[in-house]
């Protein structure tokens, strides 16, 4: 069965500084991953999507990566602002059709 | 194009209840699969429609249930509603392939007292 684990659980980075979010995925054969933010009490907002096939996938600030062969994914924030302060979770999608979430990085901004 | 729909935003029911949610998806979109997410219990998946069957069920118990109509949009049923089935409930609309891109609702937050 597909694992997915997020690192750090929580982080806190002052304004303007760049980071990076880890997602590790332990069965290669996925689909896609997909990055999603989610702020308290809502739905999830889908960021970045990466098929298997790709190596990477930009939007403004953000990039996320993916290198299959480690069972890892980066989402990389570039000059953070307090409004990217929320939970971030990666979910990849393999054999099954199912999609599996990690339990996310809580990134807190300070201003 | 509208996004997800998931309603009632909020419900309140107590112990013994059961209860309906509904989903409409992205218009086009086919397949649809309900989420339940605490805090302690991160995401847990808990089944998926794609043209009216049901595609892929997660480890819940039969108490949970769910359907699609022809026209995509979804129900799940929750019967006997025990105090642990307080969460978050999440419905997600699937792009074609080959992006099969996941768009969620806003959820319904309910509350077992």
């Known amino acids: 069965k597909q694992e997915v684990t997020q690192i750090p659980a929580a982080l806190s980075v002052p304004e303007g500084e760049n980071l990076v979010l880890n997602c590790s995925f332990t069965?290669?054969?996925?689909?896609?991953l997909q990055w999603f933010r989610q702020d308290p009490g809502k739905g999830l907002t889908s960021l970045l999507l990466?098929?298997?096939?790709?190596r990477e996938q930009t939007s403004g600030r953000l990039n996320a990566s993916l290198d299959k062969s480690s069972g890892r994914s980066t989402l990389y924030i570039a000059a953070s602002q307090p409004g990217d302060s929320a939970t971030y979770l990666c979910a990849v999608s393999g054999t099954g059709n199912q999609f599996y979430f990690g339990t996310g990085t809580s990134l807190t901004v300070i201003p | 194009k509208a996004g997800v729909t998931q309603t009632p935003r909020y419900l309140i029911k107590t112990r013994g209840q059961q209860v309906t949610l509904s989903c409409s998806p992205i218009?086009?979109?086919?397949?649809v699969s309900w989420y339940q997410q605490t805090p302690g219990q991160g995401l847990q998946f808990l089944f998926e429609y794609f043209s009216e069957t049901q595609r892929n069920k997660g480890n819940f118990p039969g108490r949970f249930s769910g359907r699609q109509f022809s026209n995509s949009r979804s129900e799940m049923n929750v019967s006997t509603l025990e105090l642990g089935d307080s969460a978050l409930y999440l419905c997600?609309?699937?792009?074609?392939?080959?992006?099969?891109?996941?768009?969620f609702g806003s959820g319904t937050q309910l509350s077992v007292l």
């Open positions: 990466i098929q298997s096939s790709q």
């Open positions: 997600a609309s699937r792009e074609a392939p080959p992006n099969e891109k996941l768009f």
């Open positions: 218009s086009g979109h086919r397949s």
């Open positions: 069965d290669s054969a996925i689909y896609n």
